[in-house]
């Protein structure tokens, strides 16, 4: 892809169509890809797709709301990186709840080579739930990170020691919870199982062959994988929190927007990701993590930041959607 503030550009209805292809590639809670696209001459409309949510871990639509938030802003990126600027407004129709946004492109703005990087991120991305090798996260790594998700209006904060070992209580209370209620193990299941829906869900090529021995526990799938995690311990991870002011669905989108620029800037740097997510689905656990906080604002996910291990192949990517499964291209 050129630089040149002169070269060619999309129309901006075929823009919003790449732009909708590319956030086909955004993270979800289970691989649900929970979203909708509605492609017009003049606007990029996102819409929720209840059908692909989770009723019982996600009866509020928080973590659907973060999924869509980040498919979001892998559609502003794909959308600057083709020299638009996308301007969107959040839940533009109160009496259509599921419609989320509305992007839209007015001027061209100059394709930088940040811009092109940030795109090709968007293929690169992947979960990572293997132990991190022993390099930490460095200080001007972190502070982008917080840079990227602050331009979105999202806190980053990172735990210290003694957060990061109340953390992991609360990863442990949240999977003896979720161990107890039919309706997680049911809808977990039914993502990483073999029946789950066509280019969803988790294969096992991405879950563990085992738990890993690390300090802050992982979620256990009910299922073995076959992605070997080898022997390291996690020593040198970074956890950071998403965390805002708000807690209702403006900022559940917002915070989908932040991981996503969090990921995507993280990728650029060489750095893998895990997203906790199991210890704000449940009550009592999203309780223990604004405490963590010490009561400053709400969380909305927790990331696990760190070097992966260079010397052993990536995680394969999950299944996808087609284009056609997900967007929907109205006439001009």
């Given amino acids: 892809m050129t630089t040149s503030d002169d070269a060619p550009r999309r129309a901006p209805a075929a823009a919003y169509a790449a732009a909708a292809e590319a956030a086909g590639r955004a993270p979800s809670i289970h691989n649900t890809q929970p979203w909708h696209w509605q492609v017009h001459p003049d606007r990029l409309d996102?819409?929720?797709?209840?059908?692909?949510?989770l009723p019982g871990t996600d009866p509020d639509q928080r973590m659907l709301l973060v999924s869509c938030g980040a498919a979001l802003h892998h559609a502003q990126v794909a959308l600057h990186a083709q020299g638009y600027e996308a301007a969107v407004r959040p839940l533009p129709d109160p009496d259509?709840?599921?419609?989320?946004?509305?992007?839209?492109v007015d001027?061209?703005?100059?394709?930088t080579a940040d811009a092109v990087r940030l795109a090709q991120a968007i293929q690169l991305r992947h979960t990572d739930r293997r132990p991190n090798v022993d390099t930490p996260v460095t200080a001007e790594q972190l502070d982008e990170l917080r840079r990227v998700a602050g331009a979105v209006g999202v806190d980053l904060h990172r735990l210290n020691a003694d957060q990061a070992a109340e953390l992991a209580v609360a990863v442990s209370h949240a999977e003896d919870a979720a161990a107890t209620e039919p309706a997680w193990q049911a809808e977990t299941g039914q993502w990483t199982g073999p029946g789950r829906p066509a280019g969803t869900g988790?294969?096992?090529e991405v879950i563990p062959d085992r738990r890993p021995q690390t300090d802050v526990g992982e979620r256990d799938f009910g299922t073995r994988g076959t992605l070997e995690v080898g022997g390291g311990h996690d020593k040198a991870s970074t956890y950071v929190v998403l965390f805002g002011a708000e807690d209702d669905r403006a900022a559940w989108l917002r915070a989908g927007q932040a991981l996503s620029a969090v990921w995507l800037h993280a990728t650029v740097l060489g750095l893998a990701v895990l997203p906790y997510s199991q210890v704000i689905e449940i009550d009592a656990t999203r309780v223990m993590m604004r405490r963590v906080l010490s009561q400053l604002g709400h969380p909305y996910l927790v990331l696990r930041l760190g070097v992966a291990?260079?010397?052993h192949p990536l995680p394969g990517h999950t299944p996808r959607l087609s284009f056609d499964e997900t967007t929907t291209v109205e006439p001009g």
């Fill in 46 to 53: 996102l819409f929720a797709d209840p059908s692909r949510g």
């Fill in 96 to 104: 259509r709840p599921d419609h989320l946004a509305t992007l839209t």
């Fill in 107 to 111: 001027e061209h703005t100059p394709v």
């Fill in 202 to 204: 988790l294969p096992p």
């Fill in 309 to 311: 291990d260079a010397d």
